[in-house]
């Protein structure tokens, strides 16, 4: 702990999202097979309990298995997005939506889904 130091948070270290039980396999595909995350190991007292981490750059996703397992369509994480028109086309060839979102003047950006059904954000990282 930094003693007396005035308190200030300074980043995230993870978002969380929830996965149905067994469906590492399926976030595996998702994370790494299409938006390019690489896996990281669990400590193993959380390794028990399921799910998987994921880390690209310095943005981390852990999915953690929750039962009774219910997708978040409304929370999501916003992902900034190097080869932006790239991964939406990847994503659109795999099935899964995109949908472009104009509401934000100036910001490249759609919606996606996991393979659960928890909302994905994506931003053009090149504006």
Not at 29 to 45: I, Y
Not at 46 to 64: I, S
Not at 93 to 112: F, K, Q, S, W
């Amino acid at each position: 702990m930094s003693g007396d130091t005035e308190p200030a948070v300074i980043g995230i270290d993870h978002v969380q999202l929830a996965i149905p039980a067994g469906g590492e396999d399926d976030a595996r595909s998702f994370f790494v097979g299409l938006l390019g995350f690489h896996e990281v190991p669990k400590p193993p007292l959380l390794a028990a309990r399921g799910g998987c981490w994921f880390r690209a750059g310095a943005t981390e996703v852990h999915c953690g298995v929750e039962e009774p397992f219910q997708a978040a369509r409304k929370a999501h994480p916003a992902l900034r997005v190097e080869g932006y028109v790239a991964l939406c086309r990847r994503l659109e060839a795999a099935g899964l939506p995109v949908t472009p979102n104009d509401e934000i003047p100036g910001v490249a950006r759609c919606h996606t889904a996991d393979p659960f059904g928890n909302r994905i954000e994506l931003i053009d990282a090149g504006g």
